[in-house]
């Protein structure tokens, strides 16, 4: 008889379990630790600190893992990102005593941990190879229009009108060195075109996302941001 839908929803993990309430930072880029995070309930913004600015560059939801080395490293390493609760989150914390103890007391559930982490292991890296394949391209539209449709298939939320991203500009810069004008100015050509349409001041909507794929080859010859004429 099946006791629960997800391994994180197991009993024997009650004692690592943890809450937070909005805003709250679980931890800081660069900060030293030795554990796992699960989520379990909630979304987690990953947060990353470049050149003084600060950048959400990802949404985490439910079986989402954070500092997966702790698994197979015990030694203590530098968090890459910083995480923040969007809303209430749950989550489990798991540092080596924990995971000895799993390994010595619940090895099925903990081989369902790792399974689970190479899961997630093989799609970032399949993210992480499509972000190089894409950026390849020297033209500045062509990389911003990628990024967009990395954004959509990854980071979106789905709309009445389509699929809804969040395009600030401290995200953005995360993964292209452009300034605020010639994002800008970029954006504003997209919107003329109705190939996005803009909610709020950072949230825009994809109608189609397949028009704006088909359309690259045209806009790079239209949309030049100024710097790079």
Same mark, same amino acid.
Not at 11 to 19: E, G, H, I, V
Not at 191 to 212: C, G, H, M, Q
């Given at each position: 008889?099946?006791?629960?839908?997800?391994?994180?929803?197991?009993?024997?993990?009650?004692?690592?379990?943890?809450?937070?309430?909005?805003?709250?930072?679980?931890?800081?880029?660069?900060?030293?630790?030795?554990?796992?995070?699960?989520?379990?309930?909630?979304?987690?913004?990953?947060?990353?600190?470049?050149?003084?600015?600060?950048?959400?560059?990802?949404?985490?939801?439910?079986?989402?893992?954070?500092?997966?080395?702790?698994?197979?490293?015990?030694?203590?390493?530098?968090?890459?990102?910083?995480?923040?609760?969007?809303?209430?989150?749950?989550?489990?914390?798991?540092?080596?005593?924990?995971?000895?103890? *799993?390994?010595?007391?619940? %090895?099925? /559930?903990?081989? !369902? @941990?790792?399974?689970?982490?190479? #899961?997630?292991?093989?799609?970032?890296?399949?993210?992480?190879?499509?972000?190089?394949?894409?950026?390849?391209?020297?033209?500045?539209?062509?990389?911003?229009?990628?990024?967009?449709?990395?954004?959509?298939?990854?980071?979106?939320?789905?709309?009445?009108?389509?699929?809804?991203?969040?395009?600030?500009?401290?995200?953005?810069?995360?993964?292209?060195?452009?300034?605020?004008?010639?994002?800008?100015?970029?954006?504003?050509?997209?919107?003329?075109?109705?190939?996005?349409?803009?909610?709020?001041?950072?949230?825009?909507?994809?109608?189609?996302?397949?028009? *704006?794929?088909?359309?690259? %080859?045209? /806009?790079?010859? !239209? @949309?030049?941001?100024?710097?790079? #004429?």
């Amino acid at each position: 008889m099946k006791l629960h839908d997800f391994f994180w929803d197991s009993p024997t993990l009650d004692a690592y379990r943890k809450k937070a309430n909005s805003g709250v930072v679980l931890f800081d880029q660069g900060f030293p630790a030795t554990s796992l995070l699960i989520i379990t309930h909630g979304i987690v913004e990953l947060i990353s600190k470049k050149n003084g600015q600060v950048s959400v560059i990802n949404y985490l939801g439910a079986g989402n893992m954070l500092g997966e080395r702790a698994l197979v490293d015990s030694s203590v390493y530098a968090r890459v990102f910083g995480a923040r609760a969007l809303g209430e989150v749950s989550y489990l914390e798991l540092d080596q005593a924990a995971i000895k103890d *799993l390994h010595k007391n619940s %090895p099925v /559930l903990l081989i !369902e @941990i790792l399974e689970a982490t190479l #899961r997630i292991a093989n799609e970032r890296i399949n993210r992480m190879n499509r972000l190089v394949q894409k950026f390849r391209s020297t033209h500045p539209t062509e990389r911003f229009i990628h990024l967009i449709l990395y954004f959509a298939d990854y980071h979106s939320q789905l709309f009445p009108e389509g699929k809804a991203i969040v395009l600030s500009f401290e995200t953005v810069n995360y993964y292209l060195d452009i300034n605020s004008y010639q994002m800008k100015e970029m954006l504003e050509r997209l919107l003329k075109k109705k190939l996005l349409i803009r909610k709020t001041d950072t949230v825009f909507v994809i109608p189609n996302e397949e028009a *704006l794929k088909e359309k690259i %080859p045209k /806009l790079k010859k !239209e @949309i030049v941001p100024l710097d790079f #004429r």
